[in-house]
T-cell receptor, first 115, second 108 residues
Framework: DSGVTQTPKHLITATGQRVTLRCSPRSGDLSVYWYQQSLDQGLQFLIQYYNGEERAKGNILERFSAQQFPDLHSELNLSSLELGDSALYFC??????????????FGPGTRLTVL | GIQVEQSPPDLILQEGANSTLRCNFSDSVNNLQWFHQNPWGQLINLFYIPSGTKQNGRLSATTVATERYSLLYISSSQTTDSGVYFCAVYTGGFKTIFGAGTRLFVKA
């Protein structure tokens, strides 16, 4: 158990809908990262938040957004869902802002299926 | 951007055999981690190893940062070692880039 929790574990929804994925980092960790794992794209970095502020942005679509709250949990919002958004979404956390020496620990993931 | 290549893409071992997985990266990196994704999808942190050598039980890893590669050694493999092994590098822009992974199957 990494100490990172994600809810829900599974989510099935329809095209055009909007969903919210939630992540609670390990106790004391200030950074939260979101990743998407799909069969065709592999593991892709989406976005990082550090202590409530956006720190780095990867291949995140404009239909997706994220935020980190004062209690450091994070939510990833996916809107206007398409079939291709079906994937495993991981959250990770680390103690610091992601520089040298900062190890990432991954949650169990949320499996999103868009029908 | 930085490229991360892992080899081999697939590996089948008989239980008890040893193996070496390789991760090449195209530019200088701040961090490097090895992960194991088990058959249930969980990503498990194996090593944080930007340089040097580390060992944890039957697993060990070596990163030669100046030559831009890292190796993961699995000795006396067990069926529970099956899954996908990823290396991930962290660049100066705080972006994490994963390799495509090595899929390992250990036969009993």
């Amino acid at each position: 158990d990494s100490g990172v929790t994600q809810t829900p574990k599974h989510l099935i929804t329809a095209t055009g809908q909007r969903v919210t994925l939630r992540c609670s980092p390990r106790s004391g960790d200030l950074s939260v990262y979101w990743y998407q794992q799909s069969l065709d794209q592999g593991l892709q970095f989406l976005i990082q938040y550090y202590n409530g502020e956006e720190r780095a942005k990867g291949n995140i679509l404009e239909r997706f957004s994220a935020q980190q709250f004062p209690d450091l949990h994070s939510e990833l919002n996916l809107s206007s869902l398409e079939l291709g958004d079906s994937a495993l979404y991981f959250c990770a956390s680390s103690l610091e802002g992601g520089g040298p020496g900062d190890t990432q620990y991954f949650g169990p993931g949320t499996r999103l299926t868009v029908l | 951007g930085i490229q991360v290549e892992q080899s081999p893409p697939d590996l089948i071992l008989q239980e008890g055999a040893n193996s070496t997985l390789r991760c090449n990266f195209s530019d200088s990196v701040n961090n490097l981690q090895w992960f194991h994704q088990n058959p249930w999808g969980q990503l498990i942190n194996l090593f944080y190893i930007p340089s040097g050598t580390k060992q944890n039980g039957r697993l060990s890893a070596t990163t030669v940062a100046t030559e831009r590669y890292s190796l993961l050694y699995i000795s006396s493999s067990q069926t529970t070692d099956s899954g996908v092994y990823f290396c991930a590098v962290y660049t100066g822009g705080f972006k994490t880039i994963f390799g495509a992974g090595t899929r390992l199957f250990v036969k009993a």
